[in-house]
């Protein structure tokens, strides 16, 4: 069975630091997405990596997918209040069904 | 138009009542998804339709029945719910491989979510 573990659980910053979440897995993922989910509205895909050692960049967020296409990391710089929500990576499966595996998520909380 | 849209946005009902829950596309995909999902916790896959055709059922309970009149059109009749089936539901499509295809595309996994209906068993 593939998991996606994910860290932390919660994050409660002030707004303008750093911060970095994690997504770590034993098992090798054909691409990987990150989504932001705002509360009573869906999740929206921010990017999906695919390529070992990819970094993607969408202004102050940074994203990055292991060399061996395990392991995630999303960083974002000089978090702003707006940055608040629940960050979600999910795994494409290898099974090839279209089910992703899901992190357990992040809240963010970003405080002016 | 990169947009999946759910009706209503919330749903209050009985656990006697019948309601449905709608969900609609333009991307032309043919992959398309429902889940459940709980406070601060990540979606539930419950059903995935392919080629409007039921591909994956997660053992979800028969008083949750789902249905694709075509490849746009999503619906998730509910019946008999329990208050425990409280939560957001969502929707999702994604592109999905040509029958024998053998090397999917990036964007294959690439899943676009629905605005969600709050639902509430009383």
């Known amino acids: 069975t593939q998991l996606l573990e994910q860290s932390p659980q919660f994050l409660s910053i002030q707004e303008g630091e750093n911060l970095t979440v994690y997504c770590n897995s034993s098992?090798?993922?054909?691409?990987l997405q990150w989504y932001r989910q705002e509360p009573g509205e869906g999740p929206v895909l921010l990017v999906t990596?695919?390529?070992?050692?990819e970094v993607k960049k969408l202004k102050r967020l940074t994203f990055q997918f292991g060399d061996a296409r395990k392991d995630s990391s999303l960083h974002i710089t000089a978090a702003q209040t707006g940055d608040t929500g629940l960050y979600l990576c999910?795994?494409?499966?290898?099974?090839?069904?279209?089910?992703?595996?899901f992190g357990q998520g992040t809240t963010l909380q970003v405080k002016p | 138009d990169t947009e999946v849209t759910q009706t209503p946005k919330h749903l209050v009902m009985g656990m006697t009542n019948k309601k449905s829950l709608k969900c609609e596309q333009h991307?032309?995909?043919?992959?398309m998804y429902w889940y459940k999902q709980k406070a601060k916790k990540p979606p539930e896959l419950m059903f995935v339709?392919?080629?409007?055709?039921?591909?994956i059922n997660e053992s979800v309970p028969s008083r949750f029945s789902p249905e694709c009149p075509n490849s746009s059109l999503l619906n998730l009749h509910l019946h008999a719910l329990q208050p425990e089936d409280s939560a957001l539901y969502l929707c999702?499509?994604?592109?999905?491989?040509?029958?024998?295809?053998?090397?999917?595309?990036?964007?294959?996994?690439?899943?676009?979510f629905g605005p969600g209906t709050r639902l509430t068993v009383l």
């Open positions: 990596v695919v390529t070992g050692g």
């Open positions: 999702a499509s994604s592109q999905e491989r040509e029958p024998g295809q053998g090397i999917f595309p990036s964007s294959y996994n690439e899943q676009f």
């Open positions: 991307m032309g995909h043919r992959a």
């Open positions: 098992s090798v993922f054909s691409s």
């Open positions: 999910a795994g494409a499966g290898s099974s090839n069904t279209g089910k992703l595996i």
């Open positions: 339709y392919s080629y409007e055709k039921l591909s």
